[in-house]
């Protein structure tokens, strides 16, 4: 099963903001997100060449975003409905 769509479905969430902590966890994201024919929020399908970033949101309607260091780390503060998820172990990040 895709790891991506697995995830959305266990947490019943629109949008799911995941931590990739280096290039060969990124690989793997995007492999699946690429299975899932994401797209990024512009409607441009997500390609093998494009970079993502250490944090990236994806949502139940595939799309994807970036997402910058200073509002992971605040969300964590300011918003607990958020979920994010280390992608490399699949476990949810609680702070």
Same mark, same amino acid.
């Given at each position: ?6 995830? *959305? #479905? &266990? ?11 280096? /290039? $060969? !966890?990124?690989e ?17 399908? *997500? #390609? &093998? ?11 139940? /309607? $595939? !799309?994807?975003?970036?997402?910058s ?27």
């Amino acid at each position: 099963m895709n790891n991506v769509k697995m995830i *959305l #479905e &266990k947490y019943g969430k629109d949008t799911i903001w995941f931590y990739l902590k280096d /290039d $060969k !966890t990124e690989e793997n994201f995007k492999k699946e997100l690429m299975e899932l024919g994401a797209t990024w929020m512009s409607g441009e399908k *997500l #390609e &093998k060449h494009h970079r993502l970033s250490y944090y990236i949101a994806a949502h139940s /309607d $595939k !799309t994807i975003a970036f997402i910058s260091s200073m509002c992971w780390e605040m969300s964590f503060a300011t918003n607990k409905e958020i979920v994010h998820v280390d992608y490399s172990s699949l476990k949810r990040i609680n702070f």
